[in-house]
């Protein structure tokens, strides 16, 4: 197992599909986390100044709104190891490599095997890049008080991380089981950017069932770290209120706002951070147990 492993690291690294993906998603991690950032801090700026929100003593300075930021840049960036991942056994399906392979692995199952754990790394590695940059970004463009704690920066990354992970196998699932690297990709861009969020907040605005948007695949995975920052800020507020010597009768009104904040950072109807690892989890399974499957069954002659 582990020379095939080595076998799959040396075919991604003699190519240059993995630099190709990287350089676009740093510079889109940075400059998306940078921009939410800068807006956050804008908004927030602007609330504080204003006389009304003043008078109810609501400190806006206080609260890290920059956890939209980090959770904006990272789902944006989830969509270069998705394609990464699109593009693993696809290509080499496209390329007829897929063959040579098979018959020099032990059995078709060790050959999934190893692309499946070569790929989780890769995963790893995409998260944790993307986590840096959009620490970079956030921390370039948001008021220092704004800034979460360390604390909450780690569990907001944590998810990212995780998130990407999932993407790189839901998109190594999706290649393998359509064996095309054009279908495959451009099924999943428009999916992830166009069809996944325009539908959730339709879903989420229009219905009598907003969580229906949770279970699908873009809003379980959004909800990894958009539940995380609702989660978080609504915490830091209910916090802040009772020190203050404020009493919370209305739990309502906080889970109105933790629903706000999910809009806000992108994932409409998702539920908590570990429903939706779980739902986002059973998507991936899915997709990529399929995937594996057709190739495990796959005439590669």
């Known amino acids: 197992m582990g020379e095939l492993i080595t076998a799959e690291f040396r075919k991604i690294l003699t190519t240059k599909l993995w630099w190709a993906l990287m350089i676009p998603a740093l510079v889109v991690s940075f400059a998306d986390a940078f921009g939410w950032a800068a807006l ?3 908004v927030a700026d602007r609330l504080n100044d204003n006389e009304l929100i003043r008078d109810f003593d609501v400190p806006i300075d206080q609260i890290s709104w920059s956890v939209l930021a980090l959770t904006r840049g990272v789902n944006m960036a989830t969509i270069f190891p998705m394609v990464f991942g699109a593009l693993g056994i696809a290509s080499e399906l496209r390329n007829r490599t897929i063959t040579t392979t098979f018959l020099t692995g032990a059995t078709r199952g ?3 095997t190893a692309k499946a754990v070569t790929y989780v790394i890769w995963g ?3 998260g944790v890049v ?4 959009v620490s970079a970004g956030v921390s370039a463009g948001s008021s220092s008080n704004y800034l979460p704690d360390g604390e909450q920066w780690f569990l907001i990354l944590l998810a990212g991380i995780l998130s990407c ?3 790189t196998l839901v998109g190594l699932g999706v290649g393998a089981l359509m064996g095309s690297t054009t279908g495959a990709v451009v ?3 428009v999916y992830a950017l ?3 969020p325009f539908g959730e907040v339709v879903i989420a605005g229009v219905t009598n069932a907003p969580h229906l948007a949770g279970i699908l695949p873009n809003g379980s995975a959004n909800g990894l770290t958009g539940s995380t920052a609702a989660s978080l800020l609504s915490d830091q507020i209910k916090t802040m209120v009772l020190d203050r010597g404020g009493v919370i ?3 309502d009104a906080i889970n109105n706002l933790e629903e706000g904040v999910r809009v806000v950072a992108g994932a409409p109807g998702a539920f908590s951070l570990w429903i939706s690892g779980l739902i986002f989890l059973g998507w991936t399974a899915l997709l990529f147990g399929l995937g594996l499957w057709r190739n495990a069954k796959r005439d590669i002659t």
């Open 187 to 189: 099924l999943l861009l």
């Open 194 to 196: 166009i069809i996944g």
């Open 249 to 251: 009768r209305d739990q």
């Open 110 to 112: 060790a050959v999934l």
């Open 130 to 133: 993307i986590s840096l940059l």
């Open 165 to 167: 992970v999932l993407w």
């Open 124 to 126: 790893l590695i995409y």
């Open 40 to 42: 956050a801090t804008s």
